[in-house]
């Protein structure tokens, strides 16, 4: 019996990361989500308590894999540049994998798009952690005195490189007519966004020596 439950807990959470990631919370039925998993419609809130409470789990579920995937901290003994390379390449095959239930990155660009009371400040926790790994980075690449505001200016420049090539696919080949990228191509793209960022980053040294 508990492995019964067990199962059917998790196909709940599996076929809600799917869903939610191609339809967003609000497109997305509790009756979709009990009729993709094979649960009866009152599963949700047996497991759950609510689709609420259902969401959030996807998202930590979400992130978990993520994580555990695609790590992003790298090792201590790189450089500087390094560590923001294997960052890079590591925020894009969480973009790009096709292996994760549902992708998180996905479901924080809905978020972003339309804000949902539902998730609550779990997000933004999220976010907050991975944002303050990269604005290190850029400060340790800097090397110099750097104002709060150009480094989260530049934190939000480097991250949207990663994400367009993501998240608006079907945009960029209908409009800009563009092969879709493939998840083999990440480390070329992490290259290209590697170098690209860094001379940037090295260029605003000038204006603070």
């Keep these: 019996m508990t492995d019964r439950k067990n199962r059917t807990r998790q196909n709940l959470l599996d076929s809600a990361a799917v869903l939610f990631t191609e ?17 009866n419609i009152a599963s ?8 609420e409470a259902l969401y959030r789990s996807v998202i930590g579920y979400t992130y978990d894999q993520a994580n555990t995937l695609y790590p992003l901290d790298a090792g201590e003994k790189m450089s500087s540049e390094e560590k923001f390379y294997c960052f890079i390449l590591a925020f894009l095959k969480r973009i790009l994998s096709t ?3 549902g992708n998180f990155y996905k479901l924080v660009a809905k978020e972003m ?23 290190k980075l850029i ?5 110099e005195d750097i104002d ?26 209908h409009h800009l007519k563009r092969k879709p990228v493939r998840f083999e191509d990440v480390e070329s793209f992490a290259r290209h966004i590697t170098d690209f960022s ?3 980053i090295k260029y605003y040294r000038k204006f603070t020596l």
């Design 23 to 39: 339809k967003g919370y609000a497109g997305t039925s509790v009756a979709e989500i009990c009729d993709s998993a094979r649960a």
């Design 113 to 135: 798009a339309e804000p949902t009371r539902e998730s609550g400040t779990l997000i933004n926790e999220i976010i907050s952690a991975k944002r303050a790994k990269i604005e």
């Design 44 to 51: 949700v809130n047996y497991h759950f308590g609510s689709k």
């Design 198 to 200: 860094l001379a940037g």
């Design 148 to 173: 709060e505001e150009t480094v989260v200016r530049m934190t939000h420049s480097i991250v949207s490189q990663c994400l367009f090539l993501g998240l608006n696919e079907k945009g960029r080949r």
């Design 99 to 101: 292996s994760m239930t």
């Design 139 to 143: 400060r340790d690449i800097h090397d």
